[in-house]
Nanobody, 126 residues
Framework: VQLVESGGGSVQAGGSLSLSCAAS????????MAWFRQAPGKEREFVAG????????GYADSVRGRFSISRDDARSTVYLQIHNLKPEDTALYYC????????????????????WGQGTQVTVRG
């Protein structure tokens, strides 16, 4: 699976962005998906995850209520809607896919994931 993120940019604090992750090579079926981010000088961290069947989602405490993950398997695309951006949200945002036949679980740990995109930069100006 090849993953390509898009939608990043530079926005004022309080603004919104919509990130997309387009998959190619294989469909998103049998893949749990997630977004991670990495700020300069920091470890990569989990942001949001969605189960293979789309029924379950999970978020980092720092983004819950502001971020929303969704998937459209017909379009082989995963989305991350981001609202009320804060300067601390500034990071490189990565999309990840995990091959799984467990349809209802999402995963928070980066080493669980099999495929990664190159990332899209989000910069929030305070």
């Amino acid at each position: 699976v090849q993953l390509v993120e898009s939608g990043g940019g530079s926005v004022q604090a309080g603004g919104s962005l919509s990130l997309s992750c387009a998959a190619s090579g294989r469909t998103l079926s049998n893949h749990a998906m997630a977004w991670f981010r990495q700020a300069p000088g920091k470890e990569r961290e989990f942001v949001a995850g969605i189960s293979e069947n789309g029924a379950n989602t999970g978020y980092a405490d720092s983004v819950r209520g502001r971020f929303s993950i969704s998937r459209d398997d017909a379009r082989s695309t995963v989305y991350l809607q981001i609202h009320n951006l804060k300067p601390e949200d500034t990071a490189l945002y990565y999309c990840a896919a995990k091959t799984t036949y467990v349809h209802h679980l999402y995963y928070r740990v980066d080493h669980e994931y099999d495929y990664w995109g190159q990332g899209t930069q989000v910069t929030v100006r305070g």
